[in-house]
């Protein structure tokens, strides 16, 4: 295969998997995003776009170890009721809405200058779901509130 073609199906591949990730209520072929981007992975590879060798290159697997243990501590933070915990206490200090929202923000956005974005997120994501149940509030962000009260 001439190197055009091969940037041609793999533009058309990266184009497909795109799709497929992003549409996920696609009726054609609904597939979830793991799957999507596994399935363009393995086009690639079968095409001859891309090597096996080359792939295995590709993946860094600090980064998959790292996000592997960020997801069991959060698992074993989630079973022994940390974030429930921590919700109360956030819930006692900040006392309103927007002070929540404030200090969630500046929290989020002081950690990730810190700490790599994604132990952010993988930490985060359960005390913010924590802090909306225990406090009873909406689960919609405003601006969907505000357009369905339209």
Same mark, same amino acid.
């Given at each position: 295969?001439k190197?055009?073609?091969?940037?041609?199906?793999?533009?058309?591949?990266?184009?497909?998997?795109?799709?497929l990730?992003?549409?996920?209520?696609?009726?054609?072929?609904p !597939?979830?995003?793991?799957?999507?981007?596994?399935l363009? $992975?393995? @086009?690639?590879? *079968?095409?001859?776009?891309?090597?096996?060798?080359?792939?295995d290159?590709a993946v860094n697997y600090?980064?998959?170890?790292l996000l592997?243990?960020?997801?069991?501590?959060?698992?074993?933070l989630? !079973?022994?009721?940390?974030?429930?915990?921590a919700?109360? $206490?956030v @819930?006692?200090? *900040?006392?309103?809405?927007?002070r929540l929202?404030?200090y969630?923000?500046?929290?989020s956005?002081i950690?990730s200058?810190l700490l790599?974005?994604?132990?952010?997120?993988?930490?985060?994501?359960? !005390?913010?779901?924590?802090?909306?149940?225990?406090?009873?509030l909406?689960?919609l962000?405003?601006s969907h509130?505000?357009?369905?009260?339209?």
């Amino acid at each position: 295969m001439k190197h055009w073609e091969q940037e041609l199906v793999a533009t058309v591949i990266f184009g497909i998997s795109y799709v497929l990730i992003s549409g996920r209520q696609l009726k054609i072929l609904p !597939l979830n995003r793991p799957a999507a981007a596994l399935l363009g $992975a393995v @086009l690639m590879i *079968s095409t001859g776009v891309m090597t096996p060798e080359r792939a295995d290159r590709a993946v860094n697997y600090d980064t998959i170890v790292l996000l592997l243990a960020m997801m069991i501590i959060s698992a074993y933070l989630y !079973l022994a009721h940390f974030f429930e915990w921590a919700a109360d $206490a956030v @819930l006692e200090f *900040s006392r309103t809405p927007q002070r929540l929202l404030l200090y969630l923000t500046l929290t989020s956005g002081i950690l990730s200058a810190l700490l790599v974005n994604d132990t952010i997120c993988l930490m985060l994501t359960p !005390l913010v779901i924590a802090v909306i149940r225990r406090g009873r509030l909406p689960m919609l962000p405003v601006s969907h509130r505000a357009r369905d009260q339209r």
